[in-house]
């Protein structure tokens, strides 16, 4: 066995049920939160930009040969999308000089885990046209836009929330 599985397994959290695609995002969020907390927003970043060629590799090699493009059980896509739907809190809180913001503002990660759930399941525009592909590369891409969608949602939201309704 390669590599290439277990990395596009995420270390066998695709192998779990129900819903293998939310025990994925659940494990990039604690996964995410802890980089930051642990090694602040500059390795987050990092980190992301790291998992996303290692996800596109991990998955052709994880499909390679097999019809389905995109088992239920391949999460690498899952942790790319939700740490770049991350990356926009923790880039607020950290410009901000909150780097710790993960703890002190637990409600920060939910947004982006939810929104990221939605755009991952309900697959609008970009998102749908990249799943569309039924390729191992769009298998990446439709979950790197729902990331995109959602930490834009997360933004809007803490506007919304923050802005407009005052709290």
């Known amino acids: 066995m390669t590599l290439a599985r277990p990395l596009a397994t ?13 025990w994925g995002s659940a494990a ?5 939160v802890a980089i930051d907390h642990v090694l602040g927003f ?8 790291a998992v996303i ?8 090699r994880a499909v390679a040969g097999s019809a389905d493009k995109d088992p239920s059980e391949i999460v690498i896509d899952e942790v790319a999308g939700q740490w770049i739907a991350l990356l926009f809190p923790a880039a607020a809180f950290w410009s901000r000089g909150m780097g710790d913001w993960a703890l002190a ?6 947004a982006p885990f939810v929104f990221f759930r939605l755009f991952d399941i309900w697959k609008p525009w970009l998102v749908g046209r990249a799943d569309a592909k039924g390729t191992a590369r769009g298998t990446m891409e439709d979950d790197l836009w729902a990331g995109l969608f959602a930490g ?3 933004v809007a ?11």
């Open 10 to 22: 995420l270390f066998g959290i695709g192998h779990l049920r129900p819903a293998p695609g939310t």
């Open 28 to 32: 990039a969020v604690a996964l995410g």
């Open 42 to 49: 500059p390795a987050l970043v990092l980190a992301t930009l």
């Open 53 to 60: 060629p290692l996800g596109f590799w991990a998955t052709a």
């Open 105 to 110: 503002a637990w409600p920060g990660w939910v």
């Open 152 to 154: 834009i949602a997360t």
């Open 157 to 167: 939201a803490a506007g919304l929330w923050h802005g407009v309704m005052g709290r």
